[in-house]
């Protein structure tokens, strides 16, 4: 089982940011092909935010383009999301995922909370 690690989460308040970080625990033998971060707001169903491909390409949803950049970093595994101008609505548990020799692997999550 690929183990992700994710950082970053946490409290802020509206207007502030957070940076979340999420990294393949170990070494895998196949390119990455996908990684990227879904979230899940308290009562509401998962949805999607960002991904980026292994060629650099960019994917958002219209409630954060703009606000939240993604990265990565390849050699290390890692993925990052900038999160900008954040608002109560962002409020949510936000899970990263990579996509590698045609398997899916999840992050446990990581809680971040914007008060207003």
């Known amino acids: 089982q690929v183990q992700l690690i994710e950082s970053g989460g946490g409290s802020v308040q509206a207007g502030g940011s957070l940076n979340l970080s999420c990294e393949v625990a170990e070494r895998i033998f196949h390119p990455i092909s996908i990684m990227g971060w879904y979230r899940q707001p308290p009562g509401k169903e998962r949805e999607f935010i960002a991904n980026i491909i292994s060629a650099g390409s960019t994917n958002y949803a219209a409630t954060v383009k703009g606000r939240f950049p993604i990265t990565l970093l390849i050699h290390k595994r890692t993925t990052t999301l900038q999160m900008n101008s954040l608002n109560p609505d962002d409020t949510a548990v936000y899970s990263c995922?990579?996509?590698?020799?045609?398997?899916?692997?999840w992050g446990q999550g990581t809680q971040v909370t914007v008060s207003s």
């Open positions: 995922h990579v996509l590698f020799n045609g398997d899916y692997y």
